[in-house]
Structures are given as C-alpha cells and as structure tokens.
C-alpha cells in the first residue's frame, strides 16, 4: 500500500482539457497497474482509464479518444490528460492500483481525490 495525492483539478468549461496528477510513494505503485477513477454526485465510483505493468492502457467507451492515462516510473508520478471535457466528466477523480475496468477498485489506500467540475 501507498500513499496517493491527487492534483490538478479544477472548474473549467466545455471543451477544454485539465491534466490531472497522481503522487505516489515507493516502488510498489510502479510495477503495478495503476489507473484513474471517478465518483459523481449520486453514483458509484467506478475505473475509466488503467494502465498495466507493461505499459498497456484500457478505457472505458465514454472517454475514447479524449482522456489518456500515462505513468513516469522514475518520478513515481501518474498522469491523465483530459481533452474536450464534457459535463459528464464532472466527479471526483481518484488514482490507485488498477482492477477491472468500470469497477469501483480497491477497498482501501484511497486519497482525497481532486474535483473536475464542467458546467452544462
């Protein structure tokens, strides 16, 4: 187990893009899948975009050619750069070890998260 510190987010309008951080401790986070997550007001939270030890990646279809996931094992650092953000895109997006995509990951090592807010 890691710690986690989400960075990044913020309020911004349709259309515009927001890259996201994940800061990580030790070299467990590093050899694992690793992935993002999001929880709307109202839903559970659930894996959008996971990148594996070797460096594959899977999303869901929601997010398809607009968010990408990547990792800097050196710095021990996540990324996600999100484009054309939509209204549905607004949650609380978490990073942490990568399950099943759409699942809600993990039951614990969670952060506090960082909020992206799209307005309709």
């Known amino acids: 187990q890691v710690q986690l510190v989400e960075s990044g987010g913020g309020l911004v309008q349709p259309g515009e893009s927001l890259r996201l951080s994940c800061a990580t401790s030790?070299?467990?986070?590093?050899?694992?899948?690793m992935g993002w997550y999001r929880q709307a007001p109202g839903k559970q939270r659930d894996l959008v975009e996971r990148?594996?030890?070797?460096?594959?990646?899977r999303h869901i279809d929601s997010v398809k050619g607009r968010f990408n996931i990547s990792r800097d094992r050196a710095k021990n650092t996540g990324a996600l750069q999100m484009n054309s953000l939509k209204p549905d895109d607004t949650a609380v997006y978490y990073c942490?070890?990568?399950?099943?995509?759409?699942?809600?990951?993990?039951?614990?090592?969670w952060g506090l998260g960082t909020q992206v807010t799209v307005p309709s």
């Open positions: 942490n070890l990568a399950g099943t995509l759409g699942g809600a990951g993990p039951p614990s090592g």
């Open positions: 030790g070299s467990d986070f590093s050899v694992s899948p």
């Open positions: 990148i594996s030890s070797s460096d594959n990646t």
